[in-house]
């Protein structure tokens, strides 16, 4: 995201983000064998060819997109919450990864079914509207505030901070 909490500028674009070449995006996914994603981090993969990730298995939540259409990934069109629930009770030694942000991360993270967040800030302001880093909706439950505790920070050669946070549940 941007440091002034943007995760697309206000025309949905991304290449303003900056990545690291000692990122080894290797590492990540070797922790994860599921990705949830939304209809627009689908709507960009979708425009760079990808049509899943092989190797993982992919579900995008979408209200519009059919099963029909899209064969290679799950469609979790209803009952978000206990979908990705009982993705995360199943049994298995590895993470699921939300790519993306904005709605799905607020809902799911009002809900409590998110345990840790991490987040790369790239050096860059956007000082304009854009798409931030969580965006609640109205037909879903609030985002109440919650603390994090930061278990592990990365500073980049190119300026990019990588922060990861474990969640702290709400009572």
Do not use: C
């Not at 440091?3 to 922790?31: C, H, Q, R």
């Not at 809902?107 to 304009?128: C, F, H, K, M, Y």
């Amino acid at each position: 995201m941007s440091l002034d909490g943007y995760i697309a500028d206000g025309s949905g674009a991304t290449n303003w983000l900056v990545g690291d070449p000692d990122l080894d995006p290797k590492e990540f996914f070797a922790t994860i064998d599921t990705i949830v994603m939304g209809r627009r981090t689908y709507d960009v993969m979708l425009a760079a060819g990808l049509r899943t990730y092989p190797g993982f298995r992919t579900y995008v939540v979408s209200r519009t997109l059919t099963q029909q259409e899209f064969p290679e990934v799950t469609i979790i069109s209803a009952d978000v919450v206990a979908s990705v629930a009982a993705l995360r009770a199943e049994s298995g030694d590895r993470d699921i990864w939300l790519a993306g942000g904005g709605t799905l991360a607020s809902a799911l993270l009002a809900e409590q079914v998110v345990d840790t967040i991490e987040v790369g800030i790239s050096p860059r302001v956007l000082a304009q509207a854009g798409r931030p880093l969580f965006v609640p909706r109205a037909d879903t439950p609030s985002l109440k505030p919650f603390a994090l505790e930061l278990t592990r920070s990365r500073f980049m050669s190119t300026g990019l901070v990588v922060l990861e946070y474990d969640v702290h549940r709400r009572d």
